[in-house]
């Protein structure tokens, strides 16, 4: 992730952003978060889990995760149902939705390896998360198209937090009236997408031939309970 970059709408470069975010320096102990800074850009990254265990993890992850199968891994799009390239299962509390795309997610109960994750990030973060989108690409040419987390069942400013293990992958930001570039989200990483990313960036997990290991990534989000999704203003959508 040192070599991120985000390009900005022309004219706003002045601050010394300009084409490349600023990046926090290591300290003296354990490296601080990275921060990810541009005109409505707000995010934190930084490596979770060392290799030995994010290696670890990552064989639970393959062993224990169960994805959907059949309508759930289809996607409405402008009209049209389509099927991913990726595999993708939801886990968290009970009592839980989740939709985009057309297709409504309810979530299967958590597993120990996914506790485990989801207790190393708000330990590590100070937020708290009860549900979690898994998304496994078998290798490069897996791959997600450009859009935004914005749906309305998400409590409003919350962030969402993005582990990833495997195959390190590309990651492209773009904000919505210009052209982006993106970097590297590595092995064990956690990338902390925070308010008001979602509202005005796209990002995208673009394919790449050249990546023939798999990945598995896991973003934790804050649902808001069924009984009040109703009292939140629809979003503009994601195009997932």
Avoid at 55 to 63: H, P, Y
Wanted: with cysteine; net charge positive.
């Amino acid at each position: 992730m040192d070599a991120f970059v985000v390009k900005l709408p022309r004219g706003k470069a002045g601050d010394g952003e300009g084409k490349r975010p600023r990046l926090e320096e290591h300290g003296p102990e354990r490296p601080p978060p990275r921060e990810i800074r541009a005109d409505g850009l707000n995010c934190d990254y930084r490596i979770l889990f060392g290799k030995a265990e994010a290696d670890e993890i990552f064989q639970e992850l393959e062993k224990e995760v169960e994805y959907f199968e059949d309508d759930l891994t289809k996607l409405h799009v402008f009209g049209t149902w389509h099927k991913i390239p990726r595999k993708k299962v939801t886990y968290g509390d009970p009592g839980l939705s989740y939709t985009y795309s057309g297709v409504t997610f309810h979530p299967k109960p958590w597993i120990p390896v996914l506790t485990r994750i989801r207790e190393r990030v708000t330990s590590e973060t100070g937020h708290t998360f009860n549900f979690v989108l898994i998304n496994r690409y078998k290798d490069g040419l897996d791959h997600i198209g450009e859009h935004r987390d914005d749906e309305k069942e998400l409590v409003p400013h919350s962030p969402i937090a993005s582990v990833s293990f495997g195959a390190c992958r590309d990651f492209v930001f773009r904000r919505w009236d210009r052209r982006g570039k993106g970097g590297m989200l590595a092995h064990g990483s956690l990338l902390l997408m925070k308010h008001p990313t979602n509202l005005y960036w796209y990002h995208s997990l673009p394919p790449r031939r050249k990546v023939l290991a798999p990945r598995v990534n896991l973003t934790f989000r804050q649902i808001l309970p069924s009984a009040k999704q109703g009292d939140v203003q629809p979003s503009s959508g994601s195009e997932k």
